[in-house]
């Protein structure tokens, strides 16, 4: 009798669970072994992090809760009790952020000449510059808002910084009221005159001089203040014929969501505190008092604006370009004759772009097909495919204009691409289409071939830097024809009765992975060796994690690396015992998604778009693809293994509770600076081929390009 695996008892919530990734993401700027400057950048984006949670997943849980949905989630929580245990555990977090901040990380920064000052720090030359600084540039540019019967308090916007303000006048007749916000169009941080890399916020600026602002009055208080509101994005896409024009006036609407979150300096007297919080109507538990500047993402930006510091970053390294992938090869006679795997940021994602701009440029290509999620705001492959629309290609591309928080961006470039004479499509009703894949169709001098990248990560030159993502580069027949239906069925009204080697969502994807498990469950059964390795973002789909319990209770091994959100719990006797979770959280984002089978010796992986999660299997456009090749397959398991072994920035989940692994005796491995070590090994081998190709060249010894493997570079490229 199978047993039953949908206990509430058996699942960790989904939210609670992203905190705690959080929380590792704060363990990185706590740690001490890392370059300061880094840790510094890693507390920015503990705050950036939280800031988009509270925009939707809270957000999300508010709206149930004011429609009186009391269901439960499979932890059994319902949104009033989620909403509750998530302000319990960031108020921890929040004290958390700000003690690393005050007690660690600003003391160290200062030890090696590096101060955020305040106006009573500065010496007389930084109090002349901050003085004109306010006069000239922010002054003209202020604008108070009176809060009196008159003048009703204003609206405040998503995630501005704004200063509220309590007055008297010369009669001293009551206490007055205003805002401000502070200007977003400078920079926060401001660099100070002097030899030290001394900066200053800008609202300290104008707190030293806001009381230029109310002539006749005395400025009795201020305080910087902050609101998050519901940022998430509710298109009624089935009442709108046209999906852009809806997801436009959603952008304009969703500026005034309710507020969600309200954080408030911790120096704020009660009477300002109480009228602050009566206007915004903000539930208790939804109030932060900060001890230090609120909104700490500017710390994101320190690190680049610090000058001569370089020893507290991580080292620079180069990428790996494969050189049968650079532009002075043709990337299509490449791509004939055998796949390649990509791994980035450690291969350079330029192979990408050159494949992209290669097939723009080639007279022999009669068309792109692509689909956009996200791409960077000066993205070269929108360029690229408008040169192709425009030398006369058939250009297709699907951009998801509802991709969150990239939704006035999307829109920007789907326009452009359009005016370049490309055929864009906006989306699909009711779905995302979060897969990542480009077609290109080239005439061959054999007949018409279709070449394939495809992807785990986004098409997005600036994130692939910071991101780890995995692509493949092929022009597998049935892959392209697989392809082929996969955008007919995008753009028309194609059905295909079946895929030959590529899965795709939704509901495929989820039916494939469970047929998968189902077959390592069978061969447990018979007494055979089964194993299970995964890597994802996230795992919350529970039907998935019931699917994985399955496994376990019949003995199949499994080993998950996931990076945030666990829903899974292992150590529960008879259920998970032979489930093993680890979590990397590193110098690079994990984002790569990887799912092994051992399929009696085969050893099928494959590599996707897609986490195992409700909304990535049930309402998402996504790909699964496979490895076939036994060089990309031998690979992908040796880089899926290499992070297995991680011991530095790996913790592992006991129960529902990731932890450090206790090093003692082991030799330490940091699976991302080992793959930067490969890839400066392999640039290694290239310069000294190149080199003993140009001294064979200057000893009379003729050699080809294609003879030495190599392509003609300049020297710039060395």
């Given at each position: 009798?199978?047993?039953?695996?949908?206990k509430?008892?058996?699942?960790?919530?989904?939210?609670?669970?992203?905190?705690?990734?959080?929380?590792?993401?704060?363990?990185?700027?706590?740690?001490?072994?890392?370059?300061?400057?880094?840790?510094?950048?890693?507390?920015?984006?503990?705050?950036?992090?939280?800031?988009?949670?509270?925009?939707?997943?809270?957000?999300?849980l508010?709206?149930?809760?004011?429609?009186?949905?009391?269901?439960?989630?499979?932890?059994?929580?319902?949104?009033k009790?989620?909403?509750?245990?998530?302000?319990?555990?960031?108020?921890?977090?929040?004290?958390?952020?700000?003690?690393?901040?005050?007690?660690?990380?600003?003391?160290?920064?200062?030890?090696?000449?590096?101060?955020l000052?305040?106006?009573?720090?500065?010496?007389?030359?930084?109090?002349?510059?901050?003085?004109?600084?306010?006069?000239?540039?922010?002054?003209?540019?202020?604008?108070p808002?009176?809060?009196d019967?008159?003048?009703?308090?204003?609206?405040?916007?998503?995630?501005?910084?704004?200063?509220?303000?309590m007055?008297?006048?010369?009669?001293?007749?009551?206490?007055?009221?205003?805002?401000?916000?502070?200007?977003?169009?400078?920079?926060r941080?401001?660099?100070?005159p002097?030899?030290?890399?001394?900066?200053?916020?800008?609202?300290?600026?104008?707190?030293?001089?806001?009381?230029?602002?109310?002539?006749?009055?005395?400025?009795?208080?201020?305080?910087?203040?902050?609101?998050?509101?519901?940022?998430?994005?509710?298109?009624?896409?089935?009442?709108s014929?046209?999906?852009?024009?809806?997801?436009?006036?959603?952008?304009?609407?969703r500026?005034h969501?309710?507020?969600?979150?309200?954080?408030?300096?911790n120096?704020?007297?009660?009477?300002?505190?109480?009228?602050?919080?009566?206007?915004?109507?903000?539930?208790?538990?939804?109030?932060?008092?900060?001890?230090?500047?609120?909104d700490?993402?500017?710390?994101?930006?320190?690190?680049r604006?610090?000058?001569?510091?370089?020893?507290l970053?991580?080292?620079?390294?180069?990428?790996?370009?494969?050189?049968?992938?650079?532009?002075?090869?043709?990337?299509?006679?490449?791509?004939r004759?055998?796949?390649?795997l990509?791994?980035?940021?450690?291969?350079?994602?330029?192979?990408v772009?050159?494949?992209?701009h290669?097939?723009?440029?080639?007279?022999?290509v009669?068309?792109i097909?692509?689909?956009?999620?996200?791409?960077?705001?000066?993205?070269?492959?929108?360029?690229?495919?408008?040169?192709?629309?425009e030398?006369?290609?058939q250009?297709?591309?699907?951009?998801?204009?509802?991709?969150?928080?990239?939704?006035?961006?999307?829109?920007?470039?789907?326009?452009?691409?359009?005016?370049?004479?490309?055929?864009?499509?906006?989306?699909?009703?009711?779905l995302?289409?979060?897969?990542?894949?480009?077609?290109?169709?080239?005439?061959?001098?054999?007949?018409?071939?279709?070449?394939?990248?495809?992807?785990?990560?986004?098409?997005?030159?600036?994130?692939?830097?910071?991101?780890?993502?995995?692509?493949?580069?092929?022009?597998n027949?049935?892959?392209?024809?697989?392809?082929?239906?996969?955008?007919?069925?995008?753009?028309?009204?194609?059905?295909?009765?079946?895929?030959?080697?590529?899965?795709?969502?939704?509901?495929?994807?989820?039916?494939?992975?469970?047929?998968?498990?189902?077959?390592?469950?069978?061969?447990?059964?018979?007494?055979?060796?089964?194993?299970?390795?995964?890597?994802?973002?996230?795992?919350?789909?529970?039907?998935?994690?019931?699917?994985?319990?399955?496994?376990?209770?019949?003995?199949?091994?499994?080993?998950?690396?996931?990076?945030?959100?666990?829903?899974?719990?292992?150590?529960?006797?008879?259920?998970?015992?032979?489930?093993?979770?680890?979590?990397?959280?590193?110098?690079?984002?994990?984002?790569?998604?990887?799912?092994?089978?051992?399929?009696?010796?085969?050893?099928?992986?494959?590599?996707?778009?897609?986490?195992?999660?409700t909304?990535?299997?049930n309402?998402?456009?996504?790909?699964?693809?496979?490895?076939?090749?036994?060089?990309?397959?031998?690979?992908?398991?040796?880089?899926?293994?290499e992070?297995?072994?991680?011991?530095?920035?790996?913790?592992?989940?006991?129960?529902?509770k990731?932890?450090?692994?206790?090093?003692?005796?082991?030799?330490?491995?940091?699976?991302?600076?080992?793959?930067?070590?490969?890839?400066?090994?392999?640039?290694?081998?290239?310069?000294?081929?190149?080199?003993?190709?140009?001294?064979?060249?200057?000893?009379?010894?003729?050699?080809?390009?294609h003879?030495?493997?190599?392509?003609?570079?300049?020297?710039?490229?060395?």
């Amino acid at each position: 009798m199978v047993k039953k695996f949908s206990k509430n008892s058996y699942f960790k919530n989904r939210e609670l669970s992203w905190i705690d990734f959080n929380g590792r993401v704060l363990e990185e700027a706590r740690d001490a072994d890392n370059p300061l400057l880094e840790r510094i950048n890693f507390l920015g984006i503990t705050q950036s992090n939280v800031d988009e949670f509270f925009m939707v997943r809270v957000a999300s849980l508010n709206k149930l809760v004011s429609v009186k949905i009391n269901d439960t989630d499979p932890s059994g929580m319902t949104p009033k009790e989620q909403i509750d245990a998530i302000n319990e555990k960031e108020h921890d977090m929040v004290e958390k952020r700000y003690s690393t901040l005050n007690r660690s990380l600003l003391p160290l920064l200062e030890k090696n000449d590096i101060f955020l000052l305040k106006p009573t720090d500065l010496n007389e030359e930084q109090q002349d510059f901050i003085k004109n600084y306010f006069e000239d540039e922010l002054y003209p540019v202020l604008t108070p808002m009176a809060d009196d019967s008159s003048r009703p308090f204003p609206f405040i916007s998503n995630n501005s910084l704004n200063l509220a303000i309590m007055l008297k006048n010369a009669e001293n007749t009551g206490n007055f009221f205003a805002t401000l916000r502070i200007p977003d169009v400078f920079s926060r941080i401001v660099r100070l005159p002097g030899e030290n890399n001394d900066f200053i916020l800008i609202e300290d600026i104008i707190k030293e001089y806001i009381g230029q602002l109310f002539t006749g009055f005395s400025v009795e208080e201020t305080a910087v203040f902050r609101v998050i509101r519901d940022m998430d994005l509710d298109v009624a896409e089935k009442d709108s014929s046209d999906l852009l024009r809806a997801v436009q006036n959603q952008l304009k609407e969703r500026e005034h969501g309710r507020v969600v979150r309200l954080e408030i300096e911790n120096t704020i007297g009660d009477v300002l505190k109480k009228r602050l919080i009566k206007t915004l109507k903000v539930a208790k538990t939804a109030i932060y008092l900060i001890n230090g500047p609120i909104d700490l993402t500017f710390l994101k930006k320190l690190p680049r604006l610090v000058s001569g510091h370089d020893d507290l970053k991580y080292p620079a390294f180069k990428k790996h370009l494969d050189p049968s992938l650079s532009m002075n090869e043709n990337i299509f006679d490449s791509i004939r004759k055998k796949d390649y795997l990509l791994q980035h940021p450690y291969d350079s994602f330029d192979a990408v772009t050159n494949f992209i701009h290669q097939a723009a440029t080639d007279s022999n290509v009669l068309g792109i097909k692509m689909t956009l999620y996200r791409v960077s705001g000066n993205s070269p492959i929108i360029k690229y495919l408008g040169m192709a629309a425009e030398s006369g290609k058939q250009v297709t591309v699907l951009v998801e204009v509802k991709a969150r928080f990239d939704e006035e961006n999307n829109v920007r470039w789907a326009k452009h691409l359009e005016e370049m004479g490309c055929h864009v499509i906006y989306g699909l009703v009711g779905l995302k289409t979060h897969s990542k894949i480009t077609l290109v169709i080239r005439r061959d001098d054999d007949g018409i071939r279709r070449y394939l990248h495809l992807g785990t990560g986004n098409y997005n030159d600036v994130t692939a830097n910071f991101y780890t993502d995995m692509g493949l580069l092929t022009c597998n027949r049935d892959m392209g024809i697989d392809a082929s239906n996969l955008f007919n069925m995008l753009s028309g009204f194609s059905k295909p009765p079946y895929f030959h080697l590529l899965r795709n969502s939704p509901n495929n994807i989820r039916k494939f992975i469970n047929e998968k498990i189902d077959d390592e469950i069978d061969a447990a059964k018979n007494g055979r060796p089964a194993f299970i390795k995964m890597k994802m973002n996230s795992l919350s789909d529970p039907k998935i994690i019931e699917k994985l319990y399955e496994a376990s209770s019949f003995g199949v091994k499994i080993q998950l690396i996931i990076r945030g959100i666990c829903c899974l719990k292992n150590d529960i006797p008879g259920i998970s015992e032979n489930i093993e979770v680890h979590s990397i959280v590193g110098r690079f984002l994990e984002h790569s998604r990887i799912y092994y089978f051992y399929n009696n010796g085969n050893e099928d992986i494959y590599l996707s778009s897609a986490d195992m999660m409700t909304r990535n299997l049930n309402r998402r456009v996504e790909l699964l693809f496979p490895l076939i090749q036994s060089d990309t397959k031998n690979r992908a398991i040796a880089i899926y293994n290499e992070m297995w072994e991680d011991n530095i920035k790996t913790r592992i989940l006991h129960g529902d509770k990731f932890s450090r692994i206790d090093r003692r005796g082991l030799i330490p491995n940091n699976s991302q600076e080992r793959f930067i070590q490969d890839a400066e090994q392999k640039n290694a081998r290239l310069k000294k081929m190149k080199k003993e190709a140009l001294n064979g060249q200057n000893a009379f010894q003729p050699m080809t390009k294609h003879e030495a493997g190599l392509p003609f570079e300049s020297e710039e490229d060395d």
